[in-house]
């Protein structure tokens, strides 16, 4: 999964849409 998340941000066209993803993925930092 984690590679498969790497392929993905370079395919990405979207910064803020990978952003989204992330924070989604991984929870902000306190």
């Known amino acids: 999964d ?3 998340d790497e ?3 370079e ?3 979207s910064e803020e ?3 989204e ?3 989604l993925t991984v ?3 306190a």
């Open 27 to 29: 929870p902000a930092p």
């Open 11 to 13: 395919s990405s066209d």
């Open 2 to 4: 984690d590679a498969d």
């Open 7 to 9: 392929d993905e941000e």
């Open 17 to 19: 849409e990978e952003e």
């Open 21 to 23: 993803h992330l924070a």
